[in-house]
């Protein structure tokens, strides 16, 4: 019995000594990992590109870390607002009006999506592109939409009504959202879908709920009447 019990004392000393073993060799993996993804070693390869869509390396610290790309001069001062220096990068003809940043993002993206009125209406008045695309399908509208800048999504619409736009069937026509695009719906049915299904995914949790109550409330009567009956007493016969 001694013995017995020495041997499974031993067995269980070595299962945690692997395991303990087996946590700092997770933990060393892990701290390695951390520090490639900050700074990878020179020479080191990996099946994941470290290059952003300009080219840069993306494993950086500070303010540019994990970023995609550099932001190009005209869309950072369409974003930041600054209509001045807009005007004067295009009448200096340093950008195009519809020039597109690696993400297929024009400045009237950022202005429309950051609520810059003033450089949305600067843009609108050189003849810019009412609906680019970018790498998402997305146009300037659907930034706007997604940011709840009425004022500048009023300003796209009014613009497409001047040009004679048409196609759009939902809140912002004439313009087509990212769902009338991809897949012709206007965005208040895709919201009505929406709803729909939470409704229905909310139907079938209530009743698998109440299914779940009375088969407990079953089996709790069953086991109420299973211990309700009355015992033997005393030795069975043989």
Known sequence: MHAS?????????????????????????????????????????????????????????????????????????????????????????????????????TALHFAVGFGRLDVVEELLRRGCELEPRDCWKKAPVDWGIQARHDACVEALRVEAVKRGVWGGRGRVAPLKTYYEHCYNLTAEQVEAMVVKNAREAREQYERQIETNRASYARQREERVKVESKPRPRGRKKR
Do not use: Q
């Open 5 to 105: 019990r020495m041997r499974r004392h031993i067995a269980f000393s070595m299962e945690v000594a692997s395991t303990m073993h087996a946590t700092e060799a997770t933990n060393e993996t892990r701290s390695e990992v951390r520090e490639y993804a900050i700074d990878p070693p020179e020479g080191w390869t990996s099946a994941w590109s470290w290059c952003a869509l300009d080219g840069g390396d993306r494993a950086t610290r500070g303010a540019n870390a994990r970023a995609l790309f550099h932001a190009p001069e005209l869309h950072e001062c369409a974003r930041v607002g600054d209509a001045r220096e807009v005007t004067r990068l295009l009448d200096s003809g340093a950008f195009e009006l519809d020039a597109k940043d690696p993400a297929g993002r």
